[in-house]
């Protein structure tokens, strides 16, 4: 079965510079979210999309921004990169079934950023 | 607010051995769902179960059951026969609506030596 896919695997950027992680969610797939893994943490929850339009909001920096493309696909930008920004970033996928409130999540393999 | 406790940090068994890995959960939501990912060494979340907080039927998959109560607000999670490929990292977790945020625990970081 298809699964979702993200690009690239792993980036390396130097600090203040800027990066785009580009997600392309399970087909039929209509809503994208975006998550933030630390070393040794628990996911964080950064911002999702329904039908292109913003969702949900969490603890995304000003610096970070993100959209949901007419296909589906989704790309998060990040801008004056920071030491901290380190981190896995997981794209997940999801569709809504018709009469259920939600829905399951289903996880890319990340991208694992550096920021040196 | 939602939050999601798990309060085994490491558990270390030898293969065969059966586990529980613990789960207890808050949230002022009548509604809501609960679900467990596995994070293996590669670094992939990879789905497990989803359980909605009006359905406490308990579930069996192979190795894997599931224990739902809502009175307890716990939902943990029993490995029987452990092996070593069960080592991983295991979440639970919490959200109340589609398009919404999964409220992650810790985690509990399972190892199975052989």
């Known amino acids: 079965a298809a699964g979702v896919i993200q690009s690239p695997r792993h980036l390396i950027k130097e600090k203040r510079e800027t990066a785009t992680l580009k997600c392309y969610p399970i087909p039929r797939h209509d809503t994208v979210y975006w998550y933030q893994q630390g070393p040794g943490q628990d996911p964080q929850f950064l911002i999702s999309f329904y039908e292109k339009m913003q969702s949900d909001k969490g603890s995304i920096p000003d610096r970070f921004s993100a959209q949901q493309f007419s296909d589906y696909h989704s790309e998060l930008n990040m801008s004056s990169l920071e030491l901290g920004d380190s981190a896995l970033y997981f794209c997940a996928s999801s569709w809504l079934d018709r009469g259920q409130i939600t829905d399951t999540q289903y996880f890319g393999p990340g991208t694992r950023l550096t920021v040196l | 607010a939602q939050k999601v406790t798990q309060a085994q940090t490491e558990i270390s068994v030898v293969e065969k051995e059966d586990v529980t890995l613990d789960c207890v959960y808050e949230?002022?939501?009548?509604?809501?769902?609960l679900f467990w990912y596995k994070q293996p060494p590669s670094g992939e979340l990879v789905f497990l179960i989803r359980?909605?907080?009006?359905?406490?039927q308990n579930e069996i998959s192979g190795r894997y059951s599931w224990n739902f109560q809502k009175s307890t607000s716990s939902f943990n999670f029993t490995i029987t026969a452990s092996q070593v490929v069960d080592s991983a990292v295991y979440f639970c977790a919490l959200t109340h609506q589609a398009g919404t945020a999964l409220i992650f625990g810790k985690g509990t970081t399972l190892s199975v030596s052989s």
């Open positions: 359980r909605n907080s009006f359905d406490e």
């Open positions: 949230t002022r939501d009548t509604t809501y769902y």
